[in-house]
């Protein structure tokens, strides 16, 4: 292994910045239906996931905007094999409940589903998304529903 390090100026003496405090920390809150089970996390955004019958729900965060709405939409659709959608096919799938924006998917076979929720604001996205057989997801949908809901965002 190789260790380089490198300055700005040829001045020996170690300087130091102080720059103004401007960070954050967002711990949401959620309350978990009764039926819904923890299971690991599987990605290092994911604050949490439960097994749902057979189905997966997760919740995750970035910083700022994720991304995107368009962009996560369309990563959701290559999952059940969609062919993307374009700025103004998206805003007519989706669908708004307070500050979640919603999207269902269903694959070609009508057989797997995506029920999708984004909420952003400036300083970062929470997803929340779950997966798995239409059947599953249409008898989950109201839970998931009060799921999303339920999620509360205090920053810190």
Same mark, same amino acid.
């Given at each position: @292994? ?24 967002? !711990? ?5 239906? /009764? ?17 749902? &019958?057979?189905?997966?729900? !997760?919740?995750? @965060?970035?910083?700022? /905007?994720? &991304? &995107? ?17 374009? $700025?103004?096919?998206?805003?007519? #799938?989706?669908?708004?409940? &307070? ?10 076979? $009508? ?9 952003? /604001? ?8 779950? !997966?798995?057989?239409? /059947? ?5 949908? #109201? ?14």
């Amino acid at each position: @292994m190789c260790i380089g390090i490198t300055s700005c100026s040829d001045d020996k003496n170690i300087t130091t910045y102080t720059t103004k405090k401007t960070a954050y920390f967002v !711990s949401p809150t959620w309350q978990k239906p /009764n039926t819904w089970q923890l299971a690991p996390l599987t990605h290092i955004s994911q604050l949490a996931v439960f097994k749902v &019958g057979n189905a997966k729900a !997760s919740i995750s @965060m970035l910083n700022g /905007n994720g &991304g &995107g709405i368009l962009l996560n939409v369309n990563r959701w659709r290559r999952q059940l094999q969609l062919p993307p959608l374009n $700025k103004q096919q998206l805003d007519n #799938e989706i669908r708004k409940i &307070g500050n979640w924006t919603l999207i269902k998917l269903t694959d070609k076979n $009508k057989e797997n589903a995506i029920f999708g929720a984004i909420q952003q /604001n400036n300083q970062y996205t929470i997803f929340a998304k779950l !997966s798995g057989s239409v /059947n599953t997801l249409n008898i989950q949908a #109201e839970t998931f529903l009060q799921f999303i809901t339920s999620i509360n965002t205090k920053v810190k």
